[in-house]
């Protein structure tokens, strides 16, 4: 069964908003970083997903057929039109938090893109197949991060524990099905999220043991991210990553 | 503009097509050839053919089509790479090419050359290896060695350092 034009867009603008918005989160810390090392790798990260969220929003406008590009998606829409999980715009916090949100996320992605490897839609398998060799090697190192600093000092374990507490409620939101990833679903174009619960859920919780850090019980979820419905914060950084589009319309390097 | 004949070869560039006015016509084999001249913008010691990029050559007539693969969807000489192919191939006489981009099968490492893992390492990087480490120090020769970190100066390097000689280098990432 083929899925309409209009909730392929959608579901497209969902996985490119989610590297676009990650990428520029992580990005934050360039210049910033406790130590030189980590700050190239975590700039090197934000390069990664700034390039795939390329891939993925020039198909999204390819497959919309207005004539916008990447940059246009990117830099022309409001708060309300991105798609992106609650997940990736959570502010940075210190070091230790944006390495966990970072975890969270890349487990995920590696399940996902392993899926849409499988894609029905050619292009999309092809996007999956190039980014996920990239997302392999960002989920070695947050694994490696987080585990390293839940068991390492008690002030750094403390941190880590906190950090996750806090993320906690923005996992849910990653394994939601709704209307648009059903008829993507039943396309075959892409996986129900809640079918990557199981193996997510391994990932995580083989790190978190090897961290000795404790997975939260609880099962509440933080929803809106996919329907367009953010966390104020969103409009923080579209403030900073869309000014200079706004004000100097059509202004190139 | 297909007729149309192409400007000289300029001398020295090239020595495989007479410059007599009676040219050899266009082959693949050449265009490889020139291509094997165009330094990665980054790593400057190995070519973008070398580097495994390249992943065709096709002629339509007198028209060029370079299909390249990207090595980091985000590495910023991707678009720097896709210049200077066209400006090697337009200071060559071959105005009518274009590029296309292949994602499938993504880039690999495996597809660095023999000659070009030979220039990485000559340079003072360690070529990349199959078990994700690099082998031996590239300047001392040393086996031990240690992680500084996994990101490096460029998208496709992570920084090691030799416990032998104590000094830093780089290793070209597995992929």
């Not at chain 1, 406790?34 to 997903?49: H, Y």
Request: with cysteine; aromatic share 8%.
């Amino acid at each position: 069964m083929a899925v309409d034009r209009d909730t392929l867009f959608d579901w497209l603008l969902r996985l490119g908003d989610n590297t676009l918005v990650l990428s520029h989160r992580v990005s934050e810390w360039c210049g910033h970083a406790p130590v030189l090392e980590e700050d190239i790798a975590l700039a090197n990260t934000a390069l990664d997903l700034i390039g795939q969220t390329q891939m993925w929003l020039n198909l999204a406008g390819e497959v919309e057929g207005k004539g916008r590009d990447a940059d246009a998606l990117a830099y022309l829409r409001d708060a309300w039109d991105f798609r992106n999980l609650l997940l990736v715009e959570r502010p940075n916090g210190d070091f230790g938090h944006t390495m966990m949100r970072q975890f969270l996320f890349d487990a995920w992605q590696n399940v996902l893109l392993a899926r849409l490897k499988e894609s029905t839609d050619q292009r999309v398998a092809d996007i999956a197949e190039k980014a996920l060799k990239e997302a392999a090697y960002h989920l070695e190192r947050s694994r490696g991060t987080v585990i390293a600093l839940g068991d390492g000092t008690g002030e750094s374990h403390a941190r880590m524990q906190s950090a996750l507490d806090a993320l906690w409620d923005y996992v849910g939101e990653m394994f939601l099905d709704d209307d648009v990833d059903r008829a993507i679903a039943d396309a075959g174009v892409g996986p129900l999220p809640s079918t990557l619960r199981g193996e997510w859920d391994g990932i995580v919780n083989a790190a978190l043991n090897e961290a000795t850090l404790a997975r939260p019980d609880s099962d509440f979820a933080q929803t809106g991210g996919k329907t367009g419905r953010h966390t104020e914060d969103l409009g923080y950084i579209l403030a900073e990553m869309q000014f200079l589009q706004r004000a100097y319309p059509g202004a190139t390097w | 503009m297909s007729n149309a004949p192409l400007a000289p070869v300029p001398a020295g560039k090239d020595r495989t097509r007479p410059d007599d006015g009676a040219r050899a016509p266009l082959t693949p084999d050449h265009v490889w050839q020139l291509l094997d001249t165009v330094p990665d913008p980054e790593i400057p010691v190995i070519s973008l053919v070398d580097l495994g990029i390249i992943r065709a050559v096709d002629l339509d007539g007198d028209k060029v089509v370079v299909t390249v693969t990207p090595t980091y969807s985000g590495c910023p000489a991707t678009r720097v790479i896709n210049e200077d192919i066209l400006a090697c191939l337009h200071a060559n006489g071959i105005e009518n090419a274009r590029i296309e981009t292949r994602l499938s099968p993504a880039w690999t490492t495996d597809w660095i050359s023999e000659k070009g893992r030979a220039a990485l390492l000559e340079y003072g990087i360690a070529p990349p290896q199959p078990k994700g480490i690099p082998e031996a120090c590239p300047r001392c020769g040393g086996r031990s060695l240690e992680l500084t970190a996994q990101f490096g100066s460029t998208p496709c390097k992570a920084l090691w350092r030799c416990n032998d000689c104590l000094e830093p280098f780089d290793y070209f990432k597995c992929i």
